[in-house]
């Protein structure tokens, strides 16, 4: 398609570098309808690319203007959001250049924003973790249920859908096959992870206790499905959704000041495990991680660890 004399920043008539910029946000808020503060937002980052072009007409950009654009927006330690979403709002205007003005092509395609830094996995610290899974108050059903999620949730450091999966035993009938289940005897749960990935991870004797507890009482809740190892106060397979709940709610009775959920059992798990031993390779085949660069996270939890212990015990480390 052929490009027309008319260009972002320098128009026929000789007007201002902002009018096509302009004319593409009337069009966001009058064709596309976008919010007020959506609107107001590309605007901005469109005039920080005017900014970044200095007296280059947009139109004449490539693509490794683009990207030296985007290497200084984070050398500015912009953070990657904010990045990503200039180049969003810059691929979109000159798309409409395309569309509308005949612009060849989109400079922005091919160019990506920064890789988003992940957050650190949030573990509860030793002590607060063993009170978690080893109080439950009384012995009633749901309490113990509880009690048993929790404790294996922490000794095997097991997805929550993988421990509410769990039957109470390995059944095969016709169709169904078990796809996880506890075999108390060689104190090991048997689950099937992300990419129906099979692993056996070994189970700890309080785990092994709390168990053979609820186990005890589970025919009390036991109404038409025999298979599940927990179930609700209807009988039921348990949910994850429900797992969350009490979690919290029992987190919150102990006072217990983090937000506590099922999948921090198992980054304590395997945050604890790490620090004990050392050992990536054992933590990684535990978790089921298909590549050993999703357990290396909890070597970055090791050292904050150690940072700490260092800060507050080594003479030269005190401010």
């Not at 959001?81 to 979109?92: H, N, Q, T």
């Not at 309490?143 to 000794?155: D, G, K, V």
């Amino acid at each position: 398609m052929e490009q027309r004399d008319l260009h972002p920043g320098t128009t026929q008539d000789g007007s201002s570098h902002l009018d096509s910029i302009n004319a593409y946000v009337d069009y966001l808020r009058t064709q596309r309808q976008l919010s007020t503060h959506t609107v107001h937002s590309y605007q901005l980052d469109l005039q920080e690319l005017q900014q970044l072009a200095g007296s280059q007409t947009l139109s004449s950009l490539d693509f490794q203007h683009i990207r030296r654009f985007t290497s200084q927006l984070h050398a500015r330690e912009l953070n990657a959001r904010s990045i990503a979403r200039k180049l969003s709002s810059w691929r979109g205007y000159f798309n409409w250049l395309i569309e509308l003005h005949g612009l060849g092509n989109n400079p922005v395609d091919g160019i990506r924003a920064p890789k988003k830094s992940k957050p650190l996995p949030k573990a509860l610290g030793a002590d607060d973790a063993v009170r978690l899974v080893s109080q439950h108050g009384s012995d009633q059903p749901t309490a113990l249920a509880n009690r048993a999620m929790f404790e294996l949730l922490y000794s095997s450091g097991l997805r929550v859908s993988e421990l509410t999966g769990l039957d109470i035993n390995y059944i095969e009938d016709g169709s169904y096959r078990s796809e996880g289940w506890v075999n108390l005897e060689q104190a090991e749960v048997h689950v099937t992870g992300k990419g129906n990935k099979p692993r056996i991870v070994p189970v700890g004797a309080p785990a092994i206790a709390a168990l053979r507890d609820w186990i005890a009482v589970r025919s009390h809740l036991l109404k038409t499905d025999p298979t599940p190892l927990f179930l609700t106060s209807k009988g039921t397979r348990i949910s994850p959704r429900l797992v969350q709940l009490r979690i919290k709610a029992h987190a919150q009775s102990l006072g217990i000041p983090a937000n506590v959920h099922p999948h921090m059992l198992r980054h304590s798990f395997a945050s604890h495990v790490l620090q004990s031993s050392g050992d990536l390779r054992a933590v990684q085949e535990m978790l089921g991680h298909s590549s050993i660069a999703a357990t290396q996270v909890y070597t970055s939890l090791d050292f904050q660890h150690l940072a700490k212990v260092y800060d507050a015990t080594h003479p030269r480390a005190k401010k």
